[in-house]
């Protein structure tokens, strides 16, 4: 079989020495190239990831503090789980009948069949900043009392 003449096979040997030179030294600013490139990129992201690192660790501080605060002005943190969230419960006008239970380790249970969600959001969010109860356990879904009702179950603790 017979093989096929390169392009460079017909040039003379002084310009094909001079060619494989400069693809010689084209293929090494090609990856000189992509390596500053790919360096600049990396350097840059380095940057990103200092910055919002600083601001995490100044943010982080202010945070906590606020959480701390703010469970401290619950109205109702210095009452025990369970009446505290009898409180809370009785505050809002169309809430569901719930059943709550009392636990041997000072935690709540509030069960829900049928709340519609952004009724059980404001409820946990009172319960949270009036209270000072933290949800150990919390569990939703669909409920069969109606359209648009979800059955809920909350165990409530400090």
Known sequence: MARGKHFWESMEPAAQK????MTLLAVAVLFISAWAGLDYMARAE????????DEYAR??????????LRAGLGDLSNLP??????????GFDKLPPALVVELEDGAVEVSFPG????????????????????????????????KGLAHSRVVLTR
Do not use: C, W, Y
């Not at 001079?18 to 030179?21: A, E, G, I």
């Not at 943010?59 to 701390?68: A, C, D, S």
């Not at 789980?81 to 009785?90: D, I, T, Y």
């Open 81 to 90: 789980p369970e009446e505290a969230v009898r409180a809370v419960m009785a």
């Open 59 to 68: 943010v982080v501080g202010l945070v906590n503090e606020i959480q701390v």
């Open 115 to 146: 709340i519609p969600l952004f009724e059980l959001t404001a409820f946990l969010t009172d319960v949270r900043d009036r209270a000072n109860l933290q949800a150990r356990l919390f569990e939703v879904g669909a409920s069969s009392h109606g």
């Open 18 to 21: 001079r060619f494989f030179r």
């Open 46 to 53: 380095r940057k990103v990831i200092a910055k919002s690192r």
